[in-house]
T-cell receptor, first 113, second 108 residues
Framework: DGGITQSPKYLFRKEGQNVTLSCEQNLNHDAMYWYRQDPGQGLRLIYYSQIVNDFQKGDIAEGYSVSREKKESFPLTVTSAQKNPTAFYLC????????????FGSGTRLTVV | GIQVEQSPPDLILQEGANSTLRCNFSDSVNNLQWFHQNPWGQLINLFYIPSGTKQNGRLSATTVATERYSLLYISSSQTTDSGVYFCAVNFGNEKLTFGTGTRLTIIP
């Protein structure tokens, strides 16, 4: 079955550490996205990529970095520069930019300890 | 950018009741989607509905693009309908903008 796989489901990070969240899709989608969700809030866009080797900043890109070396993969690194990284992170993909076929992964819950 | 407002923010209903969730948006859109986020965080796409009306079982949605709003109807609510419902919009190839959601709780 096609879908998006995010790993790990839960991640604990010490202050000052970088961590990388994995997102893999086998839907042959061109576009991929990373969203952050805080308790009781909506989704805010961190980064998105419409094609391999290209990505754009979203609304809250500071303290995050991404890469898109393969169509299937769009990892997100939460760097030590991100002041408040504790949140729920969701990865999504779509056939094309702004296209209606959005599919979401099951999310990674990151906690800073 | 486009502003998206959803109402009500919270809704608590008895099982079997009907509900209407509203999404207002500030600008012209050619893409409007409704999502359901279950209590475990998984987001599921319910409808792609930039205009008109669609139905899927107990759920239906209507978008009146000229008046910049969309409505999601849930009939005969079940406890599995609980969660947060998000509306998301965009225009052209711009990024999807999400509303802040409506949290629905269905009581047995």
């Amino acid at each position: 079955d096609g879908g998006i796989t995010q790993s790990p489901k839960y991640l604990f990070r010490k202050e000052g550490q970088n961590v990388t969240l994995s997102c893999e899709q086998n839907l042959n989608h061109d576009a991929m996205y990373w969203y952050r969700q805080d308790p009781g809030q909506g989704l805010r866009l961190i980064y998105y990529s419409q094609i391999v080797n290209d990505f754009q900043k979203g609304d809250i890109a500071e303290g995050y970095s991404v890469s898109r070396e393969k169509k299937e993969s769009f990892p997100l690194t939460v760097t030590s520069a991100q002041k408040n990284p504790t949140a729920f992170y969701l990865c999504a993909s779509s056939i094309g930019p702004g296209n209606y076929g959005y599919t979401f992964g099951s999310g990674t819950r990151l906690t800073v300890v | 950018g486009i502003q998206v407002e959803q109402s009500p923010p919270d809704l608590i209903l008895q099982e079997g009741a009907n509900s209407t969730l509203r999404c207002n948006f500030s600008d012209s859109v050619n893409n409007l989607q409704w999502f359901h986020q279950n209590p475990w965080g998984q987001l599921i796409n319910l409808f792609y509905i930039p205009s008109g009306t669609k139905q899927n079982g107990r759920l239906s949605a209507t978008t009146v693009a000229t008046e910049r709003y969309s409505l999601l109807y849930i009939s005969s609510s079940q406890t599995t309908d609980s969660g947060v419902y998000f509306c998301a919009v965009n225009f052209g190839n711009e990024k999807l903008t999400f509303g802040t959601g409506t949290r629905l709780t269905i009581i047995p």
